[in-house]
């Protein structure tokens, strides 16, 4: 399993309600697919750097979890379908760095 990062744009009229349903269902994509949930962090209502079909704000999710490519493209599909999100942009989350004390006892 691979460890993946995703930003969801959702529309700035979503109840919070909604905004949850949304999370809640990629939530559910990810542990139905026997990946891990790491982290939910909401950034809460920002100006978009350019309007996206004149909406000039939105409030932003970066959700963290791990899991495999079928997955994630499972949910690209049900974000791209879903109403109310505006964006999304999946990322692969770099490894962790090693230990300083390690690279040094490498060398």
């Known amino acids: 399993m691979q460890a993946y990062e995703v930003m969801v744009l959702?529309?700035?009229?979503?109840e919070d309600a909604r905004q949850e349903e949304i999370i809640a269902r990629v939530r559910e994509i990810v542990l139905g697919a026997n990946g891990t949930w790491d982290a939910v962090d909401q950034w809460g209502r920002r100006k978009l750097a350019y309007e996206i079909n004149h909406i000039a704000e939105a409030h932003y999710w970066v959700l963290t979890f791990s899991c495999d490519s079928a997955t994630v493209a499972e949910i690209t599909r049900v974000l791209k379908i879903t109403d109310g999100v505006i964006r999304h942009?999946?990322?692969l989350k770099p490894p962790p760095a090693p230990a300083p004390a390690a690279a040094a006892a490498k060398a």
């Open 89 to 91: 942009m999946v990322t």
């Open 10 to 14: 959702i529309h700035p009229d979503a």
